[in-house]
């Protein structure tokens, strides 16, 4: 069984509508006012220009004509890290303090009125849709230039600094908070040809999908020190130097529902409306409001070596960044060929004075940097962990598969040597001395850092599988176990959901107590909600499989 690039589920309670045909004939059928939300990087002039080429009479307002003037907005969405190159603080103001005070009214107006654009939803309305793009399609758009950020004005160019640190946030948050009050959810993955639910369809679709498994639609990305294995192994879209797989990222995950022509759902939606049943009690009463842990794969298999990095600590990613979690992370290995390693901690002679001297001497001078004298490493094993608390040094080497195992934050990653490596258009990558030298754990060398690399211990051992926990760092909050079996081996979710990857074999089923079925491939990551309750893992033939497990302790 391949690698499913696609995979797809059931829609529950009427059909995924395809075309402008069925949008139109449920405008006509409103007198009144009909306020389309989304988010600012939606393709919105083409959309609406294809509505009102085929509704005709309606009268049209754009809510972006109504913020705040840009200077205001850049004010207020972008003070801390000002100037930043590459981040930017989270801003936690909610989008309509963006916009102006005054709002028109639109009631007074006979026939239709069709409102549209981020923060529809301020606007007195009748009815409510919301029209929604992918993240990775709005990624493109901004770096295309065919795009503009939340509150920019009309002719400006967008930048991705600003999508990822201050639009998705304040979007975010918008979207979850106006969900339930939507009439119709539109998806614009292709502008030309949308697709779109109503919200009763919305609803049973995402309440059916929170009692079993589900996978979200990975995305691959091209990096500077990308391999083949993701291209090769998986069969993985984008062309050679892909470096980065995406199996599993809120609040970027999207799940598709229908068939051959699908509708795209992001993950941060239906955790939204149904987030005991897919977390568990214990896990939804804390957190960001995003799903909890995210899976993705570092490829480095005939590419480069990882920056040698590390992550925001809690307090600095609180009162620097404004993230309300810190980036801990782990590494799996899938793959690593001999002689491969992995950098993780201080060598135990570091001078931490000297460390710095030599990377603001490196990136001042554009000099190679000798890292091995300041940053350690480890042989690189299949199927050990390799845990990495926030303020760790650390990085893949080359000739690894990595699946990334850790908090929600993603974005984070603070660089103390890059290689003198250019980005994918030519640019010298970034590195950031400044936020990393005030992260790093110094603490982290010599037998703390040995410590990173934990012996399994075994915790089921059952007559055809045997089930180990990797020891969890006292600041990660989530752990991480491996199941080797040959056979059936039952589990259950225990009001808590558990996150699975097939790390070895060519393909299981897993099986509920409810009745759901669902297989998973080779490399495949699969999120079993808390509803789930019981279940079973039985491998499809014959020979071993591994499957790692992680959940929120």
């Not at 294995?229 to 980065?244: C, R």
């Not at 710095?356 to 690189?380: K, Y």
Request: proline share 8%; glycine share 10%.
């Amino acid at each position: 069984m391949p690698y499913d690039l696609e995979p797809s589920y059931e829609v529950i309670g009427g059909p995924v509508d395809v075309g402008y045909e069925p949008l139109v004939r449920a405008l006509r059928a409103t007198s009144g006012v009909v306020a389309i939300d989304g988010p600012a990087a939606l393709p919105w002039d083409s959309f609406i220009a294809a509505v009102r080429a085929a509704v005709g009479d309606a009268r049209y307002v754009d809510a972006r004509e109504h913020y705040r003037d840009w200077s205001e907005i850049d004010r207020m969405t972008d003070a801390t890290l000002r100037g930043d190159p590459v981040f930017a603080t989270i801003p936690h103001a909610p989008l309509s303090s963006l916009m102006r005070e005054t709002l028109p009214d639109l009631w007074a107006d006979d026939g239709l009125a069709v409102v549209f654009g981020p923060g529809s939803a301020f606007f007195g309305h009748d009815v409510l849709w919301y029209a929604d793009l992918p993240k990775r399609l709005a990624l493109d758009a901004i770096a295309a230039g065919r795009a503009r950020n939340l509150g920019q004005p009309a002719g400006a160019r967008g930048d991705l600094r600003r999508l990822l640190f201050i639009d998705w946030p304040i979007e975010d948050r918008h979207r979850r908070d106006h969900a339930a009050r939507w009439e119709r959810y539109v998806d614009l993955t292709a502008v030309g040809d949308p697709r779109s639910l109503s919200a009763p369809a919305l609803a049973a679709t995402m309440k059916h999908l929170a009692g079993g498994p589900f996978r979200t639609r990975p995305t691959f990305l091209p990096e500077p020190w990308g391999g083949r294995w993701l291209s090769e192994e998986l069969g993985a879209p984008g062309g050679p130097k892909l470096g980065l797989g995406y199996e599993l990222i809120a609040p970027e995950a999207g799940l598709l529902f229908g068939g051959d022509r699908p509708i795209e759902v992001p993950l941060d939606l239906i955790v939204t409306a149904e987030r005991i049943a897919v977390l568990g009690a214990s896990a939804a009463t804390g957190g960001n409001g995003s799903f909890p842990i995210r899976f993705d794969y570092l490829d480095t298999m005939g590419g480069g070596d990882l920056s040698v990095h590390c992550h925001p600590r809690a307090d600095y990613m609180r009162d620097v960044f404004g993230h309300s979690v810190a980036q801990h992370e782990t590494y799996y290995v899938m793959r690593e060929g001999p002689g491969r390693r992995i950098f993780l901690g201080l060598r135990e002679d570091t001078d931490l004075a000297e460390f710095r001297d030599a990377v603001e001497r490196s990136l001042r001078e554009r000099t190679a940097l000798a890292i091995d004298r300041f940053v350690d490493s480890v042989p690189s094993r299949r199927h050990q962990l390799y845990l990495v608390p926030a303020g760790t040094p650390h990085g893949s080497g080359e000739g690894n598969v990595v699946l990334e195992i850790s908090a929600t934050p993603y974005l984070y990653s603070l660089r103390f040597y890059d290689w003198l490596r250019a980005d994918l258009d030519g640019e010298l990558r970034p590195v950031q001395p400044q936020h990393a030298f005030a992260n790093l754990a110094a603490e982290s060398r010599g037998a703390a850092a040995r410590e990173l690399v934990p012996e399994p211990v075994l915790v089921r051992d059952g007559e055809r599988y045997q089930e180990v926990a990797f020891p969890r760092h006292a600041e990660l909050f989530f752990s991480v176990h491996r199941i080797a079996f040959d056979g059936p081996v039952p589990d259950r979710t225990g009001d808590r959901f558990h996150v699975l990857n097939l790390a070895e074999g060519e393909d299981i089923e897993i099986r509920t107590a409810t009745g759901r079925r669902h297989r998973l491939a080779y490399a495949e990551t699969i999120v079993v909600p808390a509803a789930a309750g019981e279940y079973e893992l039985a491998p499809l033939g014959p020979g071993r499989r591994i499957v790692v497990k992680a959940f929120v302790v």
